[in-house]
């Protein structure tokens, strides 16, 4: 395709070289007038994203918008050049450009473009990023009136560049309704793709449901969106919605006239794993751990291994992030990072290819039990801290992945029980009871032999759970059973733990009698440790269980001096539970 430049006499045409758009683009309202806004005041925009995420369609239908403003707008397409070394002649040829004699190619396309107010889109610049940028470079420094809007995995890295991320779909929350759905651009792409494969189909409350989980699943990216939508040709949205666990297998489903990696969401996440160095594949495939975003510090401890050393990661994962392999999130004020699910996939699929599926499982399930363990103390009766349980609630997915890890072999049974002594105080924070309580009651199913003091620490946690749930019985046997394991191993803090739920279990099963020694006991061994919240909850308990013996003296000074020690803590908790029981009292 040849650019138009007009002459005096005749009127421009600006844009005679623009590819014609096949379907229509939905929403990105708001997008196409912000990026109308930075054209005007910069000479090289370059839209990056993911691959899939609509950098191609977005210039297009910017290109369209802002033509009138030029004498000419050129559309040079990349995708299907290889070799660096013919770039210049790529967009020379596609410009109608001819190399002068005595001069260079490059020199041509200067002279050309040097005194027309020209748009050049460079199509897909990812694969020949330092032929673009220097080709780029050379054009803009020779022609003051050119703009390059460029799309790219990557920013080109020139000095002028303005790099804007081209955000993904806005999604549906779960329980939106039906008029809220038809102005969500993600749902709405959904069934405009959809209807191009069956034009009868419509959104009604018999498949909003399913729609709405696909968008979600598919985290907003146009691409996978209307790949999905191309399979309602065959299926319905529940089963299409059921079949994403296996992306790939699902989505193949592409317009045959699109370009080869567009066909399948597998063909864009490979073009862009192929980009990669080889140390940013081996980074990239160990990243799939995560099941909900990982920190700097995370993707160190766990990437970190077989020629890739801590100091190295933040390039790698920088480079991750340069080319929309990785998202990052600054917004908490500490940079979290994520993989979209289908590209997670993808990435799973290489470390199962390189062969260290177990190794990096494994390094990612110790790595969070050792941070479940480190928060156990600081989790004790409540949510005090609430920076840690806002911390440890964005570990979620994490932390069950390697629970999970743990519960797949019964050689882990250990670990899958220092999990729940690590995180059942977690599970009470956010009433997680029969989860906390599956998970352990599957680690004692398996008979294995471990630490006795691993035993008695889950099943102190189990017994707390049982209790929680108000089942009295189990709790107290459970319980029963810690202590004497506890009493073997000298292990006073656990001990006064597995004391003071015992009795708590006691005393609202009936047994106010048996709960008063144990509840003392447990307050002993507390002061002992020194004052601290379990010594708190330990008054807190000994107080109800006299109150419930009708001994208002002995339930008096428990309260008083739980609140006392609440308020030199700064524990809320500590404060609140007994000072209520102490106004009843």
Not at 66 to 79: F, G, K, M, N, S
Request: glycine share 6%.
């Amino acid at each position: 395709m040849a650019l138009a430049f007009p002459d005096d006499t005749i009127a421009p045409t600006p844009v005679a070289t623009l590819p014609v758009p096949l379907t229509s683009l939905i929403g990105r309202a708001h997008e196409l007038a912000e990026i109308d806004t930075l054209l005007a005041s910069t000479r090289l925009l370059t839209l990056t994203g993911a691959g899939g995420s609509g950098k191609t369609r977005i210039a297009l239908a910017v290109a369209e918008r802002v033509a009138t403003r030029y004498d000419a707008v050129a559309w040079i397409e990349l995708a299907s050049l290889s070799d660096p070394a013919l770039l210049t002649q790529h967009v020379a040829t596609t410009l109608g450009v001819s190399e002068a004699p005595g001069g260079t190619l490059a020199q041509a396309l200067v002279n050309t473009l040097r005194e027309r107010a020209t748009l050049l889109v460079l199509d897909n610049c990812e694969h020949l990023l330092d032929a673009t940028s220097d080709l780029s470079d050379t054009l803009l420094r020779g022609c003051p009136r050119l703009t390059i809007l460029a799309t790219s995995r990557q920013a080109l890295g020139v000095s002028v560049e303005a790099a804007w991320l081209v955000p993904l779909l806005g999604v549906p929350s779960s329980d939106a309704s039906l008029d809220q759905l038809a102005e969500c651009d993600a749902v709405r792409l959904f069934v405009d793709r959809a209807r191009g494969a069956v034009p009868a189909f419509v959104l009604d409350a018999k498949n909003a449901h399913a729609v709405v989980a696909i968008c979600r699943r598919l985290e907003g990216l146009p691409l996978a969106i209307e790949l999905a939508a191309a399979r309602v040709r065959v299926l319905h949205p529940q089963q299409i919605g059921e079949r994403l666990d296996d992306a790939f297998r699902l989505l193949t489903s592409g317009a045959r006239a699109a370009l080869p990696r567009h066909r399948t969401l597998r063909g864009v996440i490979e073009w862009s794993h192929a980009l990669l160095t080889d140390d940013e594949q081996r980074l990239f495939a160990r990243l799939a751990v995560f099941a909900n975003g990982f920190t700097l510090e995370q993707a160190e401890g766990i990437g970190a291994l077989d020629g890739i050393v801590e100091e190295d990661v933040l390039d790698l994962v920088a480079g991750l992030v340069d080319k929309s392999l990785v998202l990052v999130d600054t917004s908490a004020g500490e940079a979290r990072y994520r993989l979209l699910e289908t590209v997670r996939q993808y990435a799973h699929e290489r470390l199962d290819a390189i062969g260290e599926v177990e190794i990096v499982r494994r390094r990612h399930a110790e790595y969070f039990l050792q941070v479940a363990e480190d928060a156990q103390p600081q989790l004790l009766g409540g949510a005090q801290d609430l920076a840690l349980v806002a911390r440890l609630e964005l570990e979620d997915g994490n932390l069950r992945a390697a629970a999970e890890w743990c519960e797949e072999d019964d050689a882990r049974t250990e670990y899958s029980m220092r999990f729940g002594a690590a995180l059942y105080w977690l599970w009470y924070i956010r009433g997680h009871f029969t989860e906390g309580r599956q998970r352990l009651e599957r680690a004692f199913a398996r008979n294995v032999d471990v630490s006795p003091l691993v035993r008695a620490r889950a099943l102190t946690a189990l017994g707390s759970v049982m209790l929680w749930q108000g089942d009295f019985a189990p709790a107290i046997r459970t319980s029963v059973q810690a202590v004497a394991l506890l009493r073997e191993q000298d292990d006073r803090y656990w001990l006064t733990n597995a004391l003071m739920h015992l009795g708590a279990a006691l005393d609202l099963s009936g047994d106010h009698a048996a709960a008063g020694p144990i509840l003392q006991e447990s307050v002993e061994h507390s002061r002992a440790l020194g004052s601290s919240v379990l010594t708190c909850i330990c008054l807190y308990w000994r107080g109800l269980s006299a109150q419930t013996r009708d001994e208002p003296a002995l339930a008096r000074e428990s309260f008083e001096e739980a609140v006392t020690i609440g308020r030199e803590l700064c524990n809320s908790a500590g404060i609140a539970h007994p000072l209520y029981r102490l106004g009843w009292l």
